[in-house]
């Protein structure tokens, strides 16, 4: 790559951070629980509170990158993600925990969004940066495989709070490295919309959470979340259609390859991690097997999720992203139709063939789609990769209730018919041509 790698090298070294923190921690909760007091069920609180502050508050670390540059912000979003990593190390009390969780989440969400905007800055659109975005993409994906098995093996060799210390060596090199590294890219001066932030952050928050407690059966809490997120959002829509300075311009939330982007990227993750989740549901409530064959046997749907984008990022990097993400996603539908006949019956090597390009499906995808959405917005690349990111959470939150409903209620195949159907649906809207014209911020529509 003709660009300097350790820009790379740190972009990725965070990324894997970020998503690492998701799912480093699920192994280590009964440890903490029986450490910090409180039960299994009060500390899966340090979960949400992470997931939940990472995802409302991306949107508005992408208009700060924007604003501030996204060099600035990168560094201190990883700085604040390391000092929280300490918080929780030391954390005394399932409190000190979930503030310091809460912290984290909150330095993710500038990270993420930022990470995204560098490395526009420092690859231009074409091929280099899609092989760029495939190495950032695989990063990001061997995270979230690798994080349980990194879990137990800390857990049970030293202690739950081993997690959080294993960061801060990462962070120390890649804030010292990324200092030196990174192109320096000056913000955008322009008002701050602290009331469209605000109201932003409640939307997604009260969204998030809504979701989150239909997935622990609590419905009234749901129902209450749902309502103030339909209510928080209607005051952000006439919020930003009243004022003069917009969290961004009207004219980029009409651009139809934008949505299409960011649209595609939501379905994405809810039909991949809702795949995930009943899989797993199937292998040891009706295969009958223990959580550590059940997470080797969905390892085929992990490992091509991971290498997938860093083997074909050079192959696929001259072609169109529309058009890799479109067969990526026909390709995934029909790893779906494959597994839709899977039942308690139904013998490990029949599906693994399934899994296998579903997994593939899933790794190809991420980066064409990040493209796609940096593409859409190159005039803000910070506030893309929110959006990008953003909808990647959601789309996650309900995929995973979704799903988590639809194999209660009717089944196994159902969310493998449902998730191929939403994939092929996804596939032909990607047919149709992306704007030939890009409109730039602060252009009246």
Not at 74 to 92: E, Q
Not at 391 to 414: E, H, I, K
Request: hydrophobic share 55%; aromatic share 6%; net charge positive.
């Amino acid at each position: 790559m003709p660009k300097p790698r350790p820009v790379l090298v740190v972009l990725c070294a965070a990324m894997f951070l970020v998503l690492l923190d998701v799912s480093i921690v699920n192994v280590a909760l009964p440890t903490i629980a029986r450490d910090l007091g409180g039960g299994t069920s009060a500390a899966q609180v340090v979960v949400d509170g992470y997931t939940v502050p990472l995802a409302a508050l991306m949107l508005f670390g992408g208009m700060l990158s924007d604003r501030c540059g996204p060099r600035r912000l990168f560094l201190g979003g990883l700085l604040v993600f390391g000092l929280a990593s300490l918080i929780c190390a030391v954390a005394p009390n399932l409190g000190a925990l979930l503030a310091g969780r809460i912290l984290q989440g909150a330095g993710a969400a500038a990270m993420l969004p930022a990470s995204l905007a560098c490395l526009s800055a420092q690859w231009p659109a074409g091929p280099d940066r899609t092989r760029a975005l495939a190495a950032w993409s695989g990063i990001s994906a061997l995270a979230v495989a690798v994080g349980p098995l990194i879990g137990g093996v800390l857990v049970g060799g030293w202690s739950w709070r081993a997690i959080f210390l294993v960061n801060l060596p990462v962070v120390a090199t890649a804030a010292l490295l990324g200092g030196r590294a990174i192109r320096h890219t000056a913000g955008r001066q322009r008002a701050l919309d602290g009331p469209g932030a605000a109201l932003s952050v409640l939307t997604l928050a009260s969204l998030i959470g809504a979701v989150i407690a239909v997935g622990t059966r609590e419905f009234a809490l749901s129902l209450l979340l749902a309502v103030l997120a339909c209510a928080t959002g209607a005051l952000l829509v006439g919020w930003e259609r009243r004022t003069s300075a917009p969290m961004a311009d009207p004219a980029v939330w009409r651009r139809p390859d934008l949505r299409r982007a960011v649209a595609s990227a939501g379905v994405m993750n809810a039909v991949g991690n809702g795949t995930v989740l009943v899989v797993t549901l199937f292998l040891q409530g009706q295969r009958h097997l223990g959580p550590q064959l059940a997470g080797l046997a969905v390892a085929p749907l992990f490992a091509p999720l991971a290498v997938a984008p860093l083997l074909a990022g050079g192959r696929l990097g001259h072609r169109p992203p529309r058009q890799v993400a479109r067969w990526a996603f026909l390709a995934g539908a029909l790893g779906l139709v494959t597994l839709a006949p899977a039942g308690p019956g139904t013998a490990y090597g029949l599906m693994l063939p399934g899994l296998v390009v579903v997994g593939a499906a899933l790794g190809l995808l991420v980066a064409p789609l990040t493209a796609m959405t940096l593409a859409a917005v190159p005039e803000a690349p910070g506030l893309a990769g929110g959006l990008a990111n953003v909808s990647r959470q959601v789309g996650t939150s309900l995929g995973v209730a979704g799903f988590g409903v639809v194999y209660q209620v009717a089944g196994l195949g159902w969310c493998f018919g449902i998730g191929a159907l939403l994939w092929l649906l996804t596939a032909a809207g990607l047919r149709i041509p992306a704007e030939s014209k890009v409109k730039p911020v602060g252009a009246r529509p």
